[in-house]
């Protein structure tokens, strides 16, 4: 009589009675399979049991008894840091469900995925593709065209006048590719052509360029005409391109986005400069934007100290990283920016420069290039349509967020 097939079968049974009929199937199928076997049986004060033997398991709740009998070879016990699991194998073998073996509940399961397999299944499908739209989104982002910054350009931002940085942001959309000459429309430009597309005097052009070519941003390229010279990036720390020696995490700007920004910030500082009544201030707010890239998260867009921090360490996503730890931002003080934008290295700002750094901020906020979280721990943040650091983002909800923040 064969009370159990081989295949997976369901008995219920009450009562303590229950175990006697569970042990009596459990011999019969023993019997007729001409095995010798041992039904192990461990009762607790709460009638709860757990039941093993060679082929299958057997699971016994409090007031109801569950004998399952599993096909061989679709079972598993499987012990981890001490703590036992019940890996059952689905009928269509796609998957392991894993049971705690102890309350014989189900807590997650896992693909099965065997030697020679060829994977087409829905999780596949689904990661090929992500693969593929992060590939098209990152095909996308190299046609729209973007230069790499080095994070070690703060080391030698603040060693140039504040003017020189504003003007040499001014500049970043005549980068070119494969260490070209600075150009307008394919055509290099000699000093002349710059000082005349900054609208500067062209002294002034000749100043700025020798101090960025003595800092090493710059190099000189010489024209066919006599003492004629072009300029282009030395590439040690600023390129369009690929870098020699790559960095991690390096920081990326829209070139096309950054022409919308400079053109925004021209229209901006126009403004604050008429409303001066006297004593008016010279301002170079781009000088601002240069300092603030080196500090940019490579996740989260955050300006802050630690830019390099994991932030899902701990966490699932970002917002709740920030939510439940209030320290997680280390914030960049007014002082190390002030310090960093003119190489001033002051013990506290004074009035004047504290009033220039808040207009500073005040125009990059009404050009879009940063946002402002306000609260106890003030966050800024950057327009991730202008800046990125990498195209694989982890948390995709906290980054769309942040898009809806800005308009470009």
């Known amino acids: 009589m064969n009370l159990i097939p081989q295949m997976a079968v369901v008995i219920f049974f009450t009562g303590k009675f229950g175990i006697i009929l569970a042990g009596m199937a459990y011999d019969a199928y023993q019997k007729e399979k001409g095995v010798k076997g041992n039904l192990h049986i461990k009762l607790n004060k709460k009638m709860n049991s757990k039941l093993h033997f060679s082929d299958g ?31 059952k194998l689905t009928e269509d073998e ?3 469900l894993i049971f705690d073996a102890e309350t014989g509940k189900q807590i997650s399961s896992k693909m099965n995925v065997r030697l020679g397999d060829t994977v087409v299944r829905k999780e596949d499908r689904e990661r090929r593709k992500q693969i593929q739209k992060k590939n098209e989104e990152l095909e996308w982002i190299k046609k729209r065209g973007f230069i790499q910054f080095k994070r070690a350009i703060r080391e030698i931002a603040g060693k140039s006048k504040q003017y020189h940085a504003h ?9 070119s590719f494969a260490d070209k000459p600075l150009s307008l429309e394919g055509k290099p430009l000699n ?32 024209g066919e005409r006599n003492n004629e010279k072009f300029y282009r990036l030395a590439g040690k720390y600023i390129v ?13 700007v829209f070139q096309k986005q950054i022409q919308k920004v400079i053109e925004l910030v021209e229209i901006e500082t126009k403004k604050y400069i008429n ?7 010279e301002l170079w707010p781009l000088s601002l934007l240069l300092t603030l890239l080196p500090y940019v998260h490579y996740q989260a867009h955050i300006l802050c100290e630690n830019y390099d921090e994991d932030f899902f360490k701990n966490y699932s996503t970002i917002s709740q990283a920030l939510k439940y730890n209030k320290r997680l931002i280390k914030q960049l003080t007014d002082k190390k920016i002030w310090r960093e934008m003119t190489g001033q290295d002051v013990v506290k700002l004074s009035v004047a420069q504290q009033k220039k750094l808040k207009i500073y901020f005040d125009i990059l906020k009404k050009a879009n290039v940063i946002a402002t979280f306000d609260g106890k721990n003030k966050m800024y943040i950057i327009n991730p349509n202008l800046v990125f650091i990498t195209a694989f983002t982890q948390d995709e909800q906290w980054t769309k967020t942040l898009q809806g923040l800005f308009t470009m």
Do not use: D
């Open 57 to 87: 398991v057997f699971l016994i709740q409090e007031k109801s008894w569950r004998f399952s009998m599993i096909k061989k070879g679709r079972i598993r016990y499987v012990e981890e840091n001490g703590k036992k699991f019940i890996w």
């Open 94 to 96: 796609m998957y392991w």
């Open 167 to 175: 003007l040499f942001v001014k500049l970043l959309p005549l980068v």
């Open 191 to 222: 000093q002349s052509q710059i000082a005349e597309y900054l609208r500067i005097h062209q002294k002034v052009a000749s100043e700025f360029l020798h101090a960025y070519v003595e800092l090493g941003i710059l190099e000189e390229v010489k």
């Open 240 to 252: 369009k391109g690929e870098f020699e020696e790559k960095e991690r995490y390096s920081v990326k």
């Open 275 to 281: 409303q001066q009544q006297k004593n008016k201030m």
